[in-house]
């Protein structure tokens, strides 16, 4: 079933009706199957130099993980024709905490055009800011997916216990552009120094 998403400007005036779809649980697994085969299908366009592949990769599988994402949130995904209007629909289910994924997202949409319509190929730095990008972006997503990040939180108001939130504090550190590959120990999946920082960053914010 379609519906129609009213986005809404600064200044509070109606900007454009856009169109969202009703989701299930299973497709929002579906959603995320789908998003992570295209980002793979942009890593190996990208090791194969093949640029304007890996771009379109990118564009399809940041499009995808987000559904998976305003799925999870709200029920809906977005299915208007203009994509460009996705990463304020992710904005506005989710709240500020996705304004820097929104952000990504925007900035990886921008070269949708270039891949699909015009004659001029993709460069090297494109390419490579756009891998990068989608990286960021579903290090951000893939958590917002997982509904144990909420069940920790709704744990610890419901028990009057500080919740401290380390998972959010991660995600601003790789939106704003640190690696993960900073933040743990090679070839282990826990913190290293610079990573345990901000998760004592985000227990002293809470306890203070």
């Given at each position: ?32 199957a789908k ?20 771009v379109s ?152």
């Amino acid at each position: 079933m379609l519906k129609e998403y009213c986005s809404w400007g600064r200044s509070s005036h109606l900007v454009k009706k856009q169109r969202t779809r009703k989701a299930t649980k299973a497709e929002v697994k579906q959603l995320k199957a789908k998003a992570l085969q295209y980002r793979k299908a942009m890593n190996l366009s990208y090791d194969a130099n093949l640029l304007d592949a890996a771009v379109s990769n990118g564009v399809h599988a940041v499009i995808l993980m987000a559904n998976a994402v305003t799925a999870r949130y709200s029920g809906e995904y977005f299915v208007g024709q203009d994509h460009n209007q996705a990463p304020g629909y992710l904005e506005d289910v989710v709240g500020s905490e996705a304004s820097k994924a929104a952000k990504q997202m925007q900035s990886i949409l921008k070269l949708k055009g270039l891949v699909e319509y015009e004659s001029r190929g993709c460069t090297t730095r494109e390419s490579g800011d756009v891998v990068k990008r989608v990286s960021r972006f579903f290090t951000w997503a893939e958590k917002q997916v997982l509904p144990y990040w909420d069940a920790m939180k709704s744990a610890a108001e419901g028990t009057g216990c500080v919740y401290a939130d380390a998972h959010g504090y991660w995600l601003d550190a790789v939106m704003e552009g640190r690696s993960e590959n900073e933040l743990i120990i090679p070839g282990d999946m826990h913190p290293n120094e610079e990573g345990h920082l901000i998760i004592a960053e985000a227990v002293w914010e809470a306890i203070k």
